[in-house]
């Protein structure tokens, strides 16, 4: 009997996608766990693997490079040997007569395959650059590509869409799907949490000096000060796991492994990327595991499952000498940890003088549902002491 390809859910809120490419042909023999095709989600391009094994046929409707797609629509079967191309309807639709041909090649950006229309004069567009042109009524021929090997991105097109001239004094700025999205999930957070925001000041003299010590040694890749404070705060959840307890409605779900989420500014919005096991990590793992999430999220490579299953989330605006601020809760995580600036103040002493330390500000939102003020102190507290004595979280 014939097996079903549906578009596939990839995130908690994905109700379409952008279908990037097929990577098999009709009639190719397909093994479960093969990658069938190439599907774009608001945040992330992600190849999908065939759960069975079968002889691929395309539906008549198949979709092409660029189109969205629903999620649950029929893609196409996988048939047995046995059976024969009259059991479902299989016949792909011809394309135009005067379509540009599709050259199948290497995406130069993330590496996975893709398929390129290419026409005279033209550069290729990867299928977000073409979705937008065609939402933005913008030429593509008339664009400099700013991707790697000359290709146009949905950059290049957006910011194309916002010179375009207005008639009513106000210069149109396109929002890009990535904004969109950005802005579902903070309406999701405002409305499904009761956020309470609280704030703490602590000595980062000795987590400055251990980041001094560890680049120092010149072994391997320097941790962050994220990456400390990612191993911290794991330490500090350990004790209080109920700050990081996922809200499920009737109950509450308590997390077996300490999954941190990191925000990342990158050019097209802030994604969130997730550091696995970071309480049973050493630093240095946790170094190589957020260096190559930033890399892969700043050059628009992360998939889908980079970005699923945090309990919680650090937000680090230090480096723009953003001392305080108030994140907001990622659902269905129940706290965010909001990172500012560490500044070198003058601090009295026992004996009337004065002597330079580093402090630095947490800023702590969470769930009221899920804990009370007090839970949150008492964390915000024990993390305070983690990093006044660093040494104790990272042993």
């Known amino acids: 009997m014939p097996i079903e390809i549906q578009l596939p859910r990839l995130g908690w809120s994905m109700e379409e996608g952008t279908f990037v490419a097929w990577l098999k042909k009709d009639g190719d023999s397909v093994k479960a766990g093969e990658p069938l095709f190439t599907l774009e989600s608001d945040k992330a391009a992600q190849d999908v693997e065939a759960t069975d094994s079968g002889i691929l046929r395309l539906a008549p409707d198949a979709p092409k490079e660029g189109d969205v797609v629903q999620v649950g629509r029929v893609l196409g079967w996988l048939l047995a040997e046995s059976e024969t191309g009259s059991t479902v309807a299989v016949a792909p639709s011809p394309p135009p007569a005067s379509a540009a041909p599709e050259i199948p ?7 996975r395959p893709c398929i390129v229309t290419v026409s005279a004069g033209a550069h290729p567009a990867s299928p977000r650059a073409r979705r937008a042109a065609k939402e933005h009524q913008v030429d593509l021929s008339t664009l400099s590509p700013t991707g790697q090997g000359g290709r146009i991105r949905e950059r290049d097109v957006l910011a194309a869409a916002a010179s375009l001239p207005s008639d009513d004094g106000f210069k149109k700025v396109p929002l890009a799907p990535l904004r969109r999205t950005i802005a579902a999930r903070l309406m999701h957070s405002r409305q499904t949490t009761v956020p309470v925001t609280i704030t703490g000041r602590c000595d980062a003299t000795q987590l400055v000096t ?17 990456d400390i404070l990612a191993k911290l705060t794991a330490a500090a959840l350990r004790q209080h796991p109920m700050l ?35 309480d049973t990590s050493t630093l240095s793992q946790i170094t190589a595991q957020s260096q190559k999430l930033i890399a ?58 004065f002597t330079a330390r580093d402090r630095l500000t947490l800023s702590l939102t969470f769930d009221h549902r899920v804990n009370d003020g007090a839970a949150a102190a008492r964390v915000l507290q024990t993390l305070r002491q983690l990093i006044e004595q660093p040494l104790l979280g990272l042993v």
Do not use: Y
């Open 105 to 111: 090649q290497a995406n130069t950006e993330t590496g």
């Open 210 to 226: 251990l980041r001094a010590q560890l680049k120092a040694t010149g072994a391997g890749i320097a941790p962050s000060f994220n």
């Open 244 to 278: 990081a307890a996922i809200w499920a409605d009737d109950h509450l779900l308590l997390p077996e492994s300490i999954h941190i989420g990191i925000a990342v500014d990158t050019e097209v919005g802030l994604v969130v990327p997730v550091i696995r096991n970071v």
């Open 296 to 353: 892969a999220a700043r050059a628009g490579q992360l998939a889908a499952t980079d970005m699923q299953g945090a309990c919680f989330t650090l937000s680090n605006l230090g480096s723009l000498g953003v001392e305080a601020f108030t994140p907001v809760i990622n659902p269905p995580e129940s706290a965010i940890l909001g990172i500012g600036a560490i500044i070198r103040e003058a601090v009295p002493l026992a004996d009337g003088t």
